[in-house]
Nanobody, 116 residues
Framework: QVQLVESGGGLVQAGGSLRLSCAAS????????MGWYRQAPGKQRELVAR???????NYADSVKGRFTISRDNAKNTVYLQMNSLKPEDTAVYYC??????????WGQGTQVTVSS
């Protein structure tokens, strides 16, 4: 059974940085896109950043220029480097893998809290 395991969340002051990682345990094949989503209390889950197998990326407007998504296809791992963090970035961050043949997978979420 495939599980996605996120790490790297925590508490940081405004202006600080965090790096999130998401790794797949178990056998997972034919991953197309990998992405990071977040959900703040009382809000809907939103896309933060996404990267295709070929390396094309897209970002939410609110994080452009501050966050960078990357992936290691050999390790089935995706990263999110978050710089210049703001209190409004506080949320639970989830990784998501979209495969060609076996659907979507979600991580359990990791809390990111940015204090002002």
């Amino acid at each position: 059974q495939v599980q996605l395991v996120e790490s790297g969340g925590g508490l940081v002051q405004a202006g600080g940085s965090l790096r999130l990682s998401c790794a797949a345990s178990g056998s997972i094949f034919s991953i197309n896109a990998m992405g990071w989503y977040r959900q703040a209390p009382g809000k809907q889950r939103e896309l933060v950043a996404r990267i295709t197998r070929g390396g094309s990326t897209n970002y939410a407007d609110s994080v452009k220029g501050r966050f960078t998504i990357s992936r290691d296809n050999a390790k089935n791992t995706v990263y999110l480097q978050m710089n210049s963090l703001k209190p409004e970035d506080t949320a639970v961050y989830y990784c998501n893998y979209v495969t060609y043949y076996s659907g979507n997978y979600w991580g359990q979420g990791t809390q990111v809290t940015v204090s002002s």
